[in-house]
């Protein structure tokens, strides 16, 4: 690890002009990613900025019924707060689902967003990787790619995104705030994640110099039944090989609205609005939950050793929904 | 006496470790657990990875267990730290630790501090009503879930015991439960109050 | 001595608290890294970045003038070693033997040594450190049938073993079960990485590292220093771990080579990422198991092959096909051990080196013949308990093989199990049950001790033995008691130090029975000086002991601690999630000293079974080399979630030629139970697997496919229409 500078900032406005639109500059939250990457080489800082103790760390409920939630909110209490379990359960569900009770404890929304891909090449600065050297190729897609993308890949970079609770937030339509020199700014979540292309070290859409200050979810009546379920290779402590946020809205048989979101597939969280389009307005079983994950994962390109994934959520998906359409005729 | 920052790669910070203030120039680069064994002669944190993978450097940080090896010591400056030195009281070992030495939940003892600060730390976010990934419902309304082996195995997964004392640990972690709530009520986790409002 | 000996209740048997406990759980033990030293400086190794080569320049001028850089060490300045030796393991692996050449046999070889006064500066630097290469072509392809595959013997044991003809026994019979299974490369990963301080006091050496024997240790630094062993000191008073990669390596040779030039004491903590290619591991085997039975399941052929890799410096064999040595005889009997260089890094002992990987083959394959003949694979067991060593031909010490397998049965509810595969089911989940054979050897070897009777009343013993969390402290101390008839509080044992005499590892499952005999050994001569009455003086009156003749004089026999394994599993094949719902294990191995830390240490062995059957592998990137994901996150061992209620048990088994009864039981736990679960899988599901580990994407192209045979490349053939009652062709349950 190189030396670099440290400066605690105590709000927006001050953080903002820590960074001072340095490039090798970085926000530090918990730092249970980016201290890490620092360790690996991967991440070479000139300075870090403390944002952690920025006034952001509320979770209030908005004028129109849904969440505004704080940067600065740790995973832990995200998933702690009434309001999240009851009215987003499978948002409560992604963050327990991942990491340690340790480190949800010290990751912070605005940091699990931001957290980068652990593919084993990414992580070693022996090994090529496009994504931290734009240009030097992808041994993945000809090496170890078990764990790797199926959806919305390209031959530059197949990593996958790690966050659960990013699933669930890009289930639930969730909106991240940000703040620049220049002034605030929104990103709906589906939408800041860049398209991996040609350019996979090019990560979110948010501007340079940008600090995430919130995510906000909008009223979803939808979400009071929902569920994030996550396959690893081990029972807990450990990444995604996939996962799955659902939430069903059933009445007389019939979905009326359905969110889906996968998660461990692609380089981002996966909204899977091509299989809620069949979902809606269908019959809630098991066939229909079929054909609508099998909507979805038509695009799937999978490399040799992670074909597996397609079942996998195929079968994800069919679970999931029929136990939440289960739950909603009970 | 800690000599005065260097360079703008150094900084002077006061820590709060188990109820003691300590001075002291750091590098940024050190990280709190470093701090802890390589400046302050406080081993019992260990570092078994380095990376956040383990748990075996686990204290609690404003009451809440945290890796103390990806807690860079600058950023730790007017934080309240407790390790495993602290845990202890006047040579009365805490619950957890007796319980822990009483139903030998170790074997080559390098992942214990860990376990126990860990274990600490899951007794009373379980008492502050939050639940886990294998509640059931987590739903406020659905009420706590019992501290079940289960619920125990979950909320310790991130640490490991690769001499895989699991069975006793989570026999400790269990009684050591019963211990903790059959004496007055220990104060929740910092925010906890806030949270479950 | 007290009068009340005679009524006085043995300690050894008696649960016991670990008299380090007190220690262990206020953080107040010291390990290795952790021994404060004046003036202490840090050294980082630095790896090879290419897996074949030559070092073509390191180039040390730019990080030589970083801050607190104090020098950097590496095949151009670095000392000249001794390595033409034959130490206590062999001759040494030339991966210890630091910066001695310029070539790099494999990813993650040590290049340079960087010195600097924090470790913060060390890390920097060493990361800075440019080294250039010439770089070859490297070949890390592991496959059984390379033609570079060849024999290797295990120590005094030979390669290969047989008797009778494997081909016309297996045309004659009945059933024949002929597949081949595949472990992966695993690893130790002890959770204190390895950690050693140097410091030279004149002529002295002095280390404090993280080992298994301090003797051992001294031996090889010795011989590699070309240094009087007397002056060479080694001390380890807490291990966090070890499963045996903590002998000499990289890093101590470094350290007291760093020591040496600048004359100051120097500590090299390997990260865990070096880990990965600096302490050994477990080699990746393919091996082949062809039985044949009558059609009432009695072997009439058994072969066990294997193939493990080694590096290109060092022969390591990882002997699987010795597991077939001692279970079950056959009129044909064949084993063989071969191993192919690779340019990998060296393989080493690892829990139960050779029976851990052999016992999931030779187990899940009898687990195959019991289903093909329509027998319980209990009563297969017992039909195949032989008179006498198969190989050997002597006469077994003692044998409670089914002894365990019938208490296990009892208790595991074994009797109302429904032998049809893939029919039980519980909401998302197949329920399946599996058991499988233990066996592991019983060796003892030379040691000496001193016991010391003070003047307070109290007794102090000082052996150079090593706890590594198998209890051994606490262990000693109870066995002292009995052999001195006091109070196991009036006893005190002194571990750890290379100034208490020569005595043997904590490895082989052996250290426990080995120290203990020399114990009591001196123990015994003590209370004969005692009882002639004459007073102690301030000094104490001390005996040292040798067991080198008595452990000479054993007679030849088949020594083995025996097991029976049982598991219960679930497996979701939609997810291809396998959940561990309970698993028990029954032994017979030897006096148990100290029931709290022996049932510990089984559970332990077992669980290392459920994490080898379901999460352990490093993956190999075939075009650099080196690991794909070297680190915790990347290499998955069971952590608390995967682990169900683990219960361990034991039937009386006093090994008659040991002077406390003890047999020993590091490694036994994890002999066969990867195999109960992966027959309980097998149960479950109707799908067999084969390969090492049972990941979810396994079971899910195996649930998907509808196939028989998940993983490896192995199959089973029924040659013989004899099997009555069986289930058919494997995988039927699940079509």
Known sequence: ?330 | MAPPPSSAFDSSITLNINGDKHTLTVDHRTTLLDALRERLDLTGSKKGCDQGQCGACTVLLDGRRAVSCLQLAVAAEGRAITTVEGLSDEGQLHPVQQAFLDLDGYQCGYCTPGQICSAVAVIEEHAAGWPSAVTEDVRPEAGPPPLSAEEIRERMSGNLCRCSAYVSIVQAVARAAATVQAEPATAAPAGAEEAAA | MTTAATTRKSAVGTAHTRVEGYDKVTGAARYAGEIPFAGLAHGWLVLSTVARGRIRSVETAEVLAMPGVLTVLHHGNAQRLNTGYIGLMGVPDPTCAVFQQDRVPFMGWPVALVVAETSEQAREAAEALVVRYEEEPHDIAFAADRPDVYLVDQGPAPAETGKGDVAAGLAASAVVVDAEYTTPEEFHHPMEPHAATARWDGDLLDVVDSNQGATWVVSELANLFSLDPASVRVRSEHVGGGFGSKGVRAHQVAAVMAAAALRRPVRVVLTRRQMFSLTGYRSPTIQRLRLGADADGRLRALEHSSVSLTSTVYEFLEPAAAASRALYDADAHHTVNRVVRLDVPTPSWMRAPGEAPGSFALESALDELAEKCGIDPIELRVRNEPERGPVSGLPFSSRNLIACFREGARRFGWADRDPRPGVRREGRWLLGTGTASACFPVIAWPSTAAVTAEADGTFTVRIAASDIGTGARTALTLVAADALEVAPDRVRVRIGDSNFGPATIAGGSMGTRSWSWAITAAAAELRERLASGAGIPPEGITVRSDTTEAVGALSEKERHSFGAQFAEVAVDVATGEVRVRRMLGIFAAGRIVNPLTARNQFTGGMIWGISMALHEEAVRDRASGGHYGADLAGYHVATHADVPHVEADWIDDPDPDDPVGIKGIGEIGIVGAAAAVANAVRHATGVRHRSLPIRPDRVILAGAGGTADAGGTGTVRGTGTGAAGGTGAAGEARA
Not at chain 1, 194 to 217: D, F, K, M, S, Y
Request: aromatic fraction near 6%; hydrophobic fraction near 45%; glycine fraction near 10%.
């Open chain 1, 1 to 330: 690890m190189k030396e670099f500078g440290y400066q605690r900032a105590l709000d927006v406005p001050g953080a903002l002009a820590l960074l001072d639109a340095d490039a090798d500059a970085r926000f530090l939250g918990g730092g249970t990613n980016l201290v890490d990457l620092m360790k690996a080489g991967v991440e070479r800082p000139s300075r870090l900025v403390d944002v952690r103790e920025l006034p952001l760390d509320r979770i209030e409920p908005t004028a129109d019924g849904g969440l505004r939630i704080g940067a600065t909110v740790t995973n832990s209490d995200l998933a702690a707060h009434p309001g999240v379990r009851r009215r987003y359960p499978a948002l409560a569900q992604a963050v327990l689902a991942g990491a340690s009770g340790q480190l949800r404890n010290m990751a912070t929304v605005g940091g699990n967003l931001l957290q980068r891909t652990r593919c084993g090449y990414f992580t070693d600065v022996t090994k090529a990787c496009n994504k931290r050297v734009p240009g030097s190729g992808c041994p993945a897609v000809e090496g170890e790619h078990r764990n790797h993308a199926i959806l919305g890949a390209s031959s530059h970079c197949v990593a996958v995104h790690p966050s659960d609770m990013a699933v669930a937030l890009a289930a639930f339509d969730a909106v991240v705030s940000y703040e620049t020199a220049g002034g605030p700014g929104e990103l709906p979540l589906t939408e800041f994640y860049l398209p991996v292309g040609g350019t996979p070290h090019l990560e979110t859409a948010l501007p340079q110099g940008a600090l995430i200050t919130g995510v906000t979810l909008p009223p979803a009546p939808v979400a009071a039944l929902s569920r994030y379920r996550k396959v690893r290779e081990r029972a807990s402590y450990a990444f995604a090989i996939g996962s799955v946020a659902a939430a069903l809205d059933v009445r007389d048989g019939v979905t009326r609205e359905a969110r889906l979101a996968f998660g461990a597939v692609a380089s981002k969280p996966w909204r899977a609005r091509a299989a809620e389009r069949v979902l809606t307005g269908a019959p809630a079983d098991a066939g229909t939950f079929a054909a609508a994950a099998d909507a979805e994962l038509a695009a799937a390109e999978p490399l040799p050793h992670n074909a597996y994934k397609v079942t996998l959520m195929r079968n994800l998906v069919v679970a999931v929904l029929t136990g939440l359409a289960e739950e909603a005729a009970r």
